[in-house]
């Protein structure tokens, strides 16, 4: 049987003017977007450390972390290749990733598709293997609400050459 391993993965970030709202790589609004050092990117973000918890190899703040100049304004798709590349160094890969978006606007159904694909590409796995959730707060506010963003994300990763390890 293939070893495997789980993670979860969560981010939040509050909405300002003058951002782009981009997950996944895809931009769905760009007048008002989530604030942030790097592109503010939640779901890229959440998944990041959702792959890194499979991995047992910490979370997103260790390996990039936000007062560190080199990841100003990088995108989050950006960081979540680089993670599936210390992924690949520790001889896992990606399997699957199951994630929900919390956020009252924009609405995520028109983007699914696209951002699914952003997802799939940066991971390296075929699209069966993303699912993305659009979910609203229904007026009850809660941490993310209308003036906010939030990320969940499950990621299941596997060894990479197949080989069983003691690892
Ligand atoms: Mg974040």
Redesign the pocket.
């Known amino acids: 049987m293939m070893k495997s391993r789980v993670g979860i993965g969560w981010?939040?970030?509050p909405l300002v003017d003058g951002r782009p709202f981009v997950l996944a790589g895809v931009v769905l609004d760009p007048t008002r977007g989530?604030a942030?050092h790097?592109d503010?990117?939640?779901l890229a973000?959440a998944v990041v450390d959702a792959l890194l918890g499979a991995a047992a190899l910490g979370d997103?703040g260790m390996h990039f972390p936000d007062d560190d100049p080199r990841w100003k304004g990088a995108p989050?798709v950006d960081l979540l290749e680089r993670t599936v590349a210390i992924l690949a160094a520790m001889g896992w890969a990606p399997l699957q990733v199951d994630a929900v978006v919390i956020c009252d606007r924009p609405k995520l159904a028109p983007f699914r598709e696209e951002v699914r694909n952003g997802l799939a590409g940066a991971l390296g796995v075929p699209l069966s293997a993303v699912n993305v959730k659009g979910k609203r707060s229904e007026g009850l506010g809660g941490l993310a609400g209308a003036a906010g963003v939030e990320c969940h994300a499950v990621a299941m990763i596997g060894v990479l050459d197949n080989r069983e390890s003691d690892r």
């Open positions: 981010d939040v970030h989530p942030g790097s503010g990117d939640p973000h997103i989050g």
